[in-house]
């Protein structure tokens, strides 16, 4: 919280001449303004003695006791501050900058309410005191009044608009509020009167990450370390750029040199463990993550990301702290009550109380749904019109970039393409892109494709072939593992005729059910729904049904994942062969393979193949008949067989 400028000036009695060593006794204004150098020159003690003494030789003066009290509030020395404070008001009630200065004393020792109604007195009395404006904003804020807090920033800041600390402030406000654009502006501001000033750097960097500018947000965090290698805060931002560019061993290190730093950072011991898991290092990857919620074990999202990669013993350590979370669910914001949800069901699923999981995850995608706009009518019309966008004529018109390089993977997510991508990684010369962005950045650089020509479906091609060579400049293919890049096959034929595309499918219940289970982090928005999960599955089984009609049979492969799995070897050899590689015995080991798996399925495909997923969906009886309702099966029925569905 904001000192007002006055807090360490005394008005009421003129200047006095200093006597020896530069302060005059005699005179309160002498004394504060010595003190005032003293903390400048980071003598807080010494300022402290001298405002002691001062106060004792002028027990009635005001602004000396509020200079006294802001010096032993500097100190930590709440408790004396606040009785400091006290006597100050009791002489001057009507003391709008005691008043200002005695409320951020009363917000350290969690008094917020108090707070608030000191700084709306100090207000009152001086409409004009932009410190307390910017104050008042930082308790509103903390009290969860954010439309009170918002109205006081914008206050304070029109009061003061060069003032640094109401812009910085708001700045943070609206990160937390997830309006980084208007973050970005009001932090500029404050960096163009200062720079390099670190905390402003540190938070244009956690704004521009979000926005997806990582370039903008690693050299204002880099340029922070060069100010400050040893700032903690700003080696955890920069791990999450590293992490959103793909850089997991980088990140890793960013995690890493913060918690040499500062080890109780238990949101760092979160981002690491997720990221070692992500490296194939599991055990680390579960050791950091119990190590984050021994820290702060009532933070669900902690939960959440060990339960995705450990299996829950009843009573176990691990579900033994899960509980304390169970005992305070409805405490929790709907935010993290979802996270609490899933590890939950995850806890109860591992213990076969498949009734309680589902009652977990049922509450979980019900509050996951109510936090996204996902308007199904507009994405099953979107996917019912691409038959028609997509012609054979034009998909099979010719040109484009012969290319051999890219190989997609696609189909529902949780339907084995991670597997399929970890065995083709295994290859040398193999490249595995993972979930990669490469392909949605590069159409969003062109119009849509019926407007193409022959030059603009080469250019789209060559944009998205140097974006995925930038990844891995000497393979000689390199995977792209986007489930839902399916709606685009007939677009990539036409720009990339000789890219192999790789379709895996299997039962349509343990595929909407794998869907419903996982909390994802992507965009994904019709799997938190049973009913809008089935529908838009069957929606995608018919965009499959016309490419395998328009492309040629040399592009696109099937993979059914329980015939996959049966007879892996052979299974593993069709797909090499399809895409025209040399077999290579590693393929059959992938689970050994080291590569970043940012995927729902990172745990999974470090183990060797398990058939246990398959018919899973068995166990949760009527909880699915919306969900078989929207694939059009009877609730009694078993899920019939991918080519024979309609």
């Not at 001449?17 to 005059?24: E, H, I, L, Y």
């Not at 020509?453 to 990844?471: M, N, S």
Request: with cysteine; aromatic share 8%.
């Amino acid at each position: 919280m904001e000192a007002n400028r006055k807090q360490r000036r005394a008005r009421a009695h003129p200047a006095g001449r200093p006597g020896r060593g530069g302060v005059d006794m005699n005179d309160p204004a002498s004394i504060a303004s010595h003190a005032a150098r003293q903390l400048a020159a980071g003598e807080a003690v010494a300022a402290l003695m001298l405002l002691a003494l001062g106060v004792r030789r002028f027990p009635t003066h005001p602004e000396l006791g509020n200079n006294y009290a802001n010096a032993l509030a500097g100190l930590g020395r709440f408790a004396e501050a606040e009785a400091a404070f006290a006597a100050v008001l009791a002489l001057r009630p009507a003391f709008p900058e005691a008043l200002n200065n005695f409320a951020s004393v009363l917000e350290k020792l969690g008094r917020l309410d108090e707070a608030a109604a000191h700084l709306r007195a100090a207000i009152a009395l001086a409409p004009g005191l932009a410190a307390a404006h910017n104050n008042l904003a930082g308790v509103l804020k903390r009290l969860g009044d954010a439309a009170g807090a918002e109205a006081s920033y914008r206050r304070a800041i029109a009061l003061a608009p060069d003032a640094a600390s109401p812009l910085f402030n708001f700045g943070t406000f609206l990160i937390e509020q997830g309006r980084e654009v208007e973050a970005v502006a009001c932090l500029e501001r404050v960096r163009a009167s200062n720079p390099d000033n670190l905390p402003t750097l540190n938070n244009l960097g956690i704004a521009l990450k979000t926005l997806g500018r990582l370039k903008d947000a690693e050299r204002h965090l880099c340029r922070a370390l060069s100010l400050a290698p040893d700032y903690a805060d700003t080696h955890h931002n920069l791990g999450t750029v590293r992490h959103a560019e793909g850089a997991l061993a980088a990140a890793r290190d960013c995690y890493r040199r913060a918690l040499e730093l500062r080890p109780e950072m238990a949101n760092t011991w979160c981002n690491l463990g997720s990221t070692l898991a992500a490296l194939g290092d599991l055990e680390g990857g579960r050791a950091a993550l119990r190590r984050a919620i021994a820290l702060s074990p009532l933070v669900p999202v902690y939960h959440r990301y060990l339960a995705d990669i450990i299996t829950f013993t009843e009573g176990d350590a691990d579900d033994r702290a899960l509980a304390g979370i169970a005992a305070r669910l409805a405490e929790f914001p709907p935010a993290s009550r979802l996270d609490a949800h899933f590890a939950l069901a995850k806890a109860a699923s591992d213990a076969r109380r498949h009734e309680a999981a589902m009652a977990h995850y049922r509450a979980g995608n019900a509050l996951k749904r109510g936090l996204v706009h996902y308007d199904e009518a507009a994405e099953l019309a979107a996917l019912a019109a691409i038959p028609a966008r997509f012609p054979a004529s034009l998909v099979r018109a010719g040109g484009g970039d012969p290319d051999p390089l890219p190989i997609f993977i696609v189909g529902m997510p949780r339907s084995g393409t991670t597997l399929v991508e970890q065995v083709l990684a295994s290859l040398p010369g193999v490249h595995g892109g993972d979930e990669m962005d490469a392909l949605d950045k590069t159409l969003a650089q062109f119009p849509a494709p019926e407007t193409l020509d022959e030059a603009g479906f080469c250019a789209l091609a060559a944009d998205y072939l140097a974006r995925i060579r930038a990844l891995a400049p000497g393979a000689a293919r390199i995977t792209n593992k986007v489930p839902l890049n399916f709606r685009h096959l007939g677009l990539l034929h036409r720009a990339l005729p000789a890219a192999k595309f790789v379709h895996v499918f299997r039962d349509p219940l343990d595929t909407c059910v794998s869907c419903f289970t996982k909390l994802f982090s992507g965009a994904l928005d019709f799997t938190y729904d049973l009913g809008e999960l089935g529908r838009y599955y069957r929606a995608y089984e018919r965009v499959m049904a016309h490419w395998r009609v328009v492309l040629p049979e040399a592009a696109l492969l099937d993979i059914r994942y329980e015939d996959f799995v049966a007879d892996f070897a052979a299974g593993a050899r069709r797909l090499v062969a399809f895409c025209g590689l040399p077999w290579d015995e590693a393929c059959l080991r992938f689970f050994e393979t080291n590569r970043a798996v940012r995927t729902a399925s990172v745990a999974q495909v470090r183990r060797p193949l398990f058939t246990s997923s398959i018919g899973r969906w068995q166990v949760y009886g009527a909880a699915l008949a919306p969900l078989q309702a929207a694939l059009g099966m009877a609730p009694a029925c078993d899920a019939p067989a991918f080519a024979e569905a309609s």
